[in-house]
């Protein structure tokens, strides 16, 4: 079992960057990827990025490649989102997740094993 906590959200001005930080514990973490998901208030809950701790492989949602990167420091078992700037669109409350699966997972938020409580990111524009 895994545990997720969240961290690093807030009242961000539009173009300001932000950095999300994820802090996970547990057992066999390295059978775990972790990903980003966030949800805007009405909206579904969408994944935005993905990692596989093991060898680093990253996906993301299309729409914020380039402008999120998410890594991980093994030392702190922390994963983290930096967003490099903000869109009001990006507003939400942002999760991570893990799913003990080989290959990250995007589109399918119910196949993740563990959440954390999320933190809320609003941009004001």
């Known amino acids: 079992q895994l545990q997720l906590v969240e961290s690093g959200g807030g009242l961000v001005q539009a173009g300001e960057p932000l950095r999300l930080s994820c802090a996970v514990s547990?057992?066999?973490?390295?059978?775990?990827?972790i990903g980003w998901f966030r949800q805007a208030p009405g909206k579904d809950r969408e994944g935005v990025a993905c990692?596989?701790?093991?060898?680093?492989?990253?996906d993301y949602k299309y729409t914020v490649k380039g402008r999120f990167t998410i890594s991980m420091d093994n030392a702190k078992n922390t994963v983290y989102l930096q967003i490099s700037y903000l869109k009001p669109e990006d507003t939400g409350v942002y999760y991570c997740?893990?799913?003990?699966?080989?290959?990250?997972?995007?589109?399918?938020?119910?196949?993740?094993?563990?959440w954390g409580r999320g933190t809320q990111v609003t941009v004001s524009s």
């Open positions: 990692i596989t701790p093991k060898d680093n492989t990253t």
């Open positions: 547990g057992s066999d973490l390295e059978r775990y990827n």
């Open positions: 997740a893990a799913i003990r699966i080989r290959v990250c997972v995007l589109d399918l938020p119910d196949s993740y094993d563990y």
